[in-house]
């Protein structure tokens, strides 16, 4: 299945390669360090934390691949990419073939290359991990690969755009799993659409995860080949309200990708959650990711605490409590239910907010804010929880102490999940589009919705999830949509 064009297994480069070296030799080599901004400095700034590793670090890296015959790595890619093809690629000192194996699958890897939990998922898979040594560090890899790439002139490494030559085809939402989706139907030929809500394309990308882990120049760079594929981008349309399926369909859109998100915040429903200066990761994060706030020269305004407190253990609540320290807080906290082992935020993001200096309180549940006379918040009051046993999830369930402490704090901000953005499935509910209880769009393994050849993926689908099981979704839905529009 991965034997593909560009990096064939049992190419006479790759064999070579395989016999430069004995597999001991390659094990010796340790794993790369990726070199990372001061803390001190990068909280004054939104530049991006990790500096990207060097070429000659990226070859040395990939030799340590041990080029396996049965790839595991492969296995844990929710896209599918080949894994020892692109690595293999950048060890013989070609990055930009290796990009070009990276494309053939991901339609943004300079982005997953930053933001994948790839400890989960490839490198979990590593062979090395048998050996009790670290993988191969294939995410900074495939960073390197897509960086490289982006800075070579335009058609040294691209395909050249596809005439759209077959029908018309509108995605909605320009996140991952919608640019996945577009990516992948513009290649097989389809005039492929994208409406996005916001003024800006990326959609989570771009409001959602902040500059210092994901810069939005790499978004636009990335969006930029796709608009090289044929792929047409509109922003500052909301499909359900601007414009309806209805509408989409009778302009003669022959199949609908929804790729909408979450992007509805979920709230704990305690008392003092409507006091000024408590608000949901989603509302802070947009405002300072995309609107600009806090920024020389922009308009939007935000709350800028000196006492912060962030509910939750997530990726968004770690992207959360650290921009609030760059927007200039003297204290910020991690309030977590549960204890450190449980979080569900990637390893390095909690590394890096405790090098930044973040407090965290684990085992703590806000129960109530109380505010002052004018309604602006003052305290949190947290009660003790502790681990009791493993709920459906596999992580132990916080049992609540009765004990209780106060935390003085003027700004909140809650990251305990969000729902599905609920404007599709309300507008076609009458239409027969199966919901689920929580929301999301109900689909077949194929992506389908219950409605002929609207077809959804990613959070819209799936509630809260990552971004490249989001793009899966959109691989996926792109390949069974083109299957049914050709037979």
């Not at 990516?183 to 500059?211: F, N, S």
Request: proline share 7%; net charge negative.
């Amino acid at each position: 299945m991965h034997n593909n064009t560009i990096a064939p297994r049992d190419a006479e480069w790759r064999e070579q390669l395989r016999k430069a070296m004995t597999a001991k030799q390659r094990t010796a080599i340790p794993r790369v360090k990726m070199p990372e901004l001061d803390p001190a400095y990068r909280i004054t700034c939104n530049d991006e934390v990790n500096q990207g590793i060097s070429a000659e670090q990226a070859v040395t890296e990939a030799t340590r691949c041990l080029d396996c015959p049965d790839p595991q790595c492969v296995t844990g890619c929710p896209v599918g990419i080949n894994i020892p093809g692109f690595v293999k690629n950048i060890q013989r000192g070609e990055p930009l073939t290796a990009a070009a194996v990276l494309k053939e699958t991901s339609a943004l890897p300079a982005v997953c290359g930053r933001v994948c939990p790839q400890e989960k998922q490839c490198e979990s898979r590593c062979i090395y991990h048998k050996m009790g040594k670290e993988p191969v560090a294939i995410g900074y890899l495939e960073r390197f690969a897509a960086d490289f790439a982006a800075m070579a002139p335009e058609n040294d490494w691209q395909s050249p755009a596809a005439v759209p030559v077959k029908a018309k085809i509108a995605v909605v939402g320009s996140g991952p799993a919608g640019l996945s989706f577009a990516g992948d139907m513009a290649k097989r030929g389809y005039a492929v659409t994208v409406y996005e809500a916001l003024h800006e394309i990326g959609g989570v990308l771009k409001y959602g995860i902040p500059e210092f882990r994901l810069p939005n120049s790499i978004v636009d760079k990335e969006i930029d080949s796709l608009r090289r594929l044929g792929v047409e981008f509109v922003n500052d349309i909301v499909i359900g309200k601007t414009l309806t399926y209805d509408q989409l369909v009778a302009a003669g859109f022959k199949g609908v990708f929804v790729a909408s998100g979450a992007g509805l915040p979920r709230f704990m429903g305690i008392p003092g959650e409507n006091l000024i200066g408590v608000m949901s990761s989603n509302e802070y994060l947009t405002r300072v990711n995309l609107m600009g706030a806090g920024r020389p020269g922009w308009d939007t305004p935000v709350k800028k605490g000196h006492r912060v407190a962030v509910v939750g253990g997530g990726n968004t609540a770690m992207d959360s409590v650290r921009t609030a320290l760059r927007m200039g807080a003297d204290e910020a906290y991690i309030i977590y239910r549960r204890s450190e082992a449980e979080m569900p935020a990637r390893v390095e993001e909690v590394h890096h907010a405790k090098q930044e200096g973040v407090k965290f309180m684990c085992l703590y549940n806000p129960v109530e804010y109380k505010g002052d006379e004018k309604g602006c918040v003052t305290t949190a009051v947290l009660e003790r929880m502790e681990l009791g046993e493993p709920d459906a999830s596999g992580r132990r369930s916080p049992v609540p102490t009765g004990e209780y402490v106060e935390l003085p704090v003027d700004e909140v901000i809650v990251s305990v999940g969000v729902s599905p953005n609920p404007l599709i499935p309300n507008s076609l509910s009458g239409e027969g589009l199966n919901v689920s209880r929580k929301g999301t769009i109900e689909v077949g393994d194929n992506m389908e919705s219950s409605i002929p050849m609207l077809f959804a993926g990613g959070d819209i689908v799936r509630g809260g999830a990552t971004v490249i099981l989001a793009m899966g979704d959109g691989r996926k839905a792109a390949q069974a949509m083109a299957e049914k529009l050709e037979v």
